[in-house]
């Protein structure tokens, strides 16, 4: 089993920054990629960024590009979310993400962490 933690949410302004972490722990594992969803009060849930275990390919969702920027150290087992010029439309739960085989960025994952909440005011 695979057990994902994330830490780094809060309250910023907008205009702000924040850094999302994601830490694995439990078994070892080769996924595939790993990714980072929000999911807003009355709103569905959106893949937000997304990386190859590698950490070579990346995915982005339009609402993010440009101001968020996904990363990893598999040395650390830990998965990144820089969030920079951060909007009041990026309030929401943010989960981080595992997936054992290919597939979709935004799709197909077997691991979920709890959560970590992220709200902008304006």
């Given at each position: 089993?695979?057990?994902?933690?994330?830490?780094?949410?809060?309250?910023?302004?907008?205009?702000?920054?924040?850094?999302?972490?994601?830490?694995?722990?439990?078994?070892?594992?080769?996924?595939?990629?790993?990714?980072?969803?929000?999911?807003a009060?009355?709103?569905?849930?959106?893949?937000?960024?997304?990386?190859?275990?590698?950490?070579?390919?990346?995915?982005?969702?339009?609402?993010?590009?440009?101001?968020?920027?996904?990363?990893?150290?598999?040395?650390?087992?830990?998965?990144?979310?820089?969030?920079?010029?951060?909007?009041?439309?990026?309030?929401?739960?943010?989960?981080?993400?595992?997936?054992?085989?290919?597939g979709?960025?935004?799709?197909?994952?077997?691991?979920?962490?709890?959560?970590?909440?992220?709200?902008?005011?304006?």
């Amino acid at each position: 089993q695979v057990q994902l933690v994330e830490s780094g949410g809060g309250l910023v302004q907008a205009g702000g920054s924040l850094r999302l972490s994601c830490l694995a722990s439990g078994r070892t594992f080769s996924g595939d990629r790993m990714g980072w969803f929000r999911q807003a009060p009355g709103k569905e849930r959106e893949c937000v960024a997304a990386i190859n275990w590698s950490g070579t390919s990346t995915y982005y969702a339009d609402s993010v590009k440009g101001r968020f920027t996904v990363s990893r150290d598999n040395a650390e087992s830990t998965m990144y979310l820089q969030m920079n010029s951060l909007k009041p439309e990026d309030t929401a739960d943010y989960y981080c993400a595992a997936a054992t085989s290919v597939g979709r960025w935004d799709r197909g994952y077997d691991y979920w962490g709890q959560g970590t909440q992220v709200t902008v005011s304006s």
